[in-house]
């Protein structure tokens, strides 16, 4: 089946404890990209990933880093998390040029 | 990138066409429109998409002004299950700003019975 996923889904932890969000999907889309979403609002771009080792700020990148070292994998990694980085995080991906995105299933992230 | 507008939200009966507007008065030649929704807090679906001409799909229609700086939204028939945050973005996918997506806020539309 073809599919964007995301683990985990659910992660509370703590200031300033590392943790890595991954993204995986099996479509072999070159685009790959991360979005925040915080209650009654829209989602916002993180960064995103035009292809393979190519990758490139979105609106909010403050506090996130990422890396496409695989054409699948897409992870998120919070060096040192705060509070304001709880969120609901999507992943998604497509492939170049105007086609549709396809998303993940969210992961759920709380930072106490 | 081109910033939308929509209403916060709006309701429809069961059964009838529900009309989603958006505005995007700013957009530029090569920026194509898209349309999502998100049910709950689900990953958003997408719909459809256009750059010039008027779209249709198994889900809905696109219809797209001639000036291109506003666009509407048709779920022919609405049913319960419509019931969802609509999303219009605008994308380009040249330039600098190739793989930037922006969202708004959406449109809340809720389906009565």
């Known amino acids: 089946e073809a599919q964007v996923t995301q683990n985990p889904r659910y992660l509370i932890t703590v200031t300033g404890k590392k943790l890595t969000v991954t993204c995986s999907q099996n479509m072999n889309h070159e685009y790959m990209s991360w979005y925040r979403q915080d209650p009654g609002l829209g989602l916002r771009q993180i960064y995103y990933?035009?292809?393979?080792?190519?990758?490139d700020k979105g609106d909010v990148p403050e506090g996130y880093k990422v890396s496409r070292k695989e054409k699948r994998n897409f992870p998120l990694i919070l060096e040192s998390p705060s509070p304001n980085q709880t969120s609901l995080y999507f992943c998604a991906s497509s492939f170049k040029g105007p086609n549709e995105q396809y998303f993940g299933p969210g992961t759920r992230l709380t930072v106490t | 990138d081109a910033k939308t507008t929509q209403p916060t939200s709006m309701d429809c009966a069961e059964g009838r066409a529900a009309n989603l507007p958006c505005n995007h008065s700013?957009?530029?030649?090569?920026?194509?429109v898209y349309w999502y929704r998100q049910i709950h807090s689900q990953g958003p679906q997408y719909i459809i998409h256009?750059?010039?001409n008027n779209e249709t799909n198994e889900m809905a229609s696109l219809i797209i002004t001639e000036d291109r700086k506003s666009s509407t939204l048709i779920l022919p028939h609405a049913t319960l299950r419509d019931t969802a945050v609509y999303y219009c973005i605008v994308r380009s996918f040249v330039g600098t700003n190739a793989g930037k997506s922006t969202f708004g806020d959406g449109t809340t539309l809720t389906v009565k019975p």
């Open positions: 990933s035009m292809n393979v080792e190519v990758t």
């Open positions: 700013t957009i530029s030649g090569n920026e194509y």
């Open positions: 256009g750059l010039k």
